[in-house]
């Protein structure tokens, strides 16, 4: 008997075939008060952009969801607004990765830098050491806000079971 291979098992995931390639993918109307524009950076363990990867954030509180196909440098962005904080979480979303080698999705969070309070007291974040929260809370700069996510190595991105 002859056992064929399917196309995940020789190459794959093909998650750039389809994707839609638009400079941000809004979860907010841009423009509007609020909205921010969030980009980043989807990298491997030695650093190297990953240009076929797949970045979703979601926000169950503001009932919003976006996906960014990653550009050939690794990028991916999104327009957002911060979105209300759930219980005693800091408001943020829920950030979920989809790339090459993986068997499965990987999901984080990403906080916003501008919740100092919010963040001290978030769950969560408290139970990491400053270090790794560093990893989840994305930085300000002149665009907007800026979220690297790293797969392994140095400073790699706090990866959470789901």
């Keep these: 008997m002859?056992?064929?291979r399917t196309p995940?098992?020789?190459?794959g995931?093909?998650?750039?075939?389809?994707?839609d390639r638009r400079p941000a993918h809004?979860?907010?109307?841009?423009g509007s008060v609020g909205a921010v524009t969030v980009r980043g950076l989807l990298l491997d363990g030695q650093g190297e952009p990953i240009r076929d990867g797949l970045v979703e954030l979601?926000?169950?509180?503001a009932g919003?969801?976006?996906?960014?196909?990653t550009a050939p440098d690794g990028e991916f962005a999104f327009v957002v607004a911060k979105p209300p904080p759930a219980g005693a979480s800091a408001p943020h979303y829920e950030v979920v990765v989809f790339a090459r080698g993986l068997l499965r999705h990987q999901l984080t969070r990403l906080y916003f830098p501008d919740?100092?309070?919010?963040?001290?007291?978030?769950p969560?974040?408290?139970s990491l050491a400053e270090a790794d929260r560093a990893t989840l809370v994305a930085q300000a700069d002149p665009e907007g806000l800026r979220f690297d996510i790293r797969m392994q190595g140095e400073r790699q991105t706090v990866f959470f079971a789901h």
Excluded: F, M
């Design 26 to 30: 809004a979860l907010a109307e841009p």
């Design 13 to 19: 995931p093909y998650y750039a075939i389809g994707l």
């Design 124 to 126: 969560l974040l408290a």
């Design 2 to 4: 002859t056992l064929t």
């Design 58 to 61: 979601w926000s169950a509180t």
């Design 115 to 122: 919740e100092v309070a919010a963040n001290a007291a978030d």
């Design 8 to 11: 995940s098992q020789t190459v």
């Design 64 to 69: 919003a969801w976006g996906r960014s196909g």
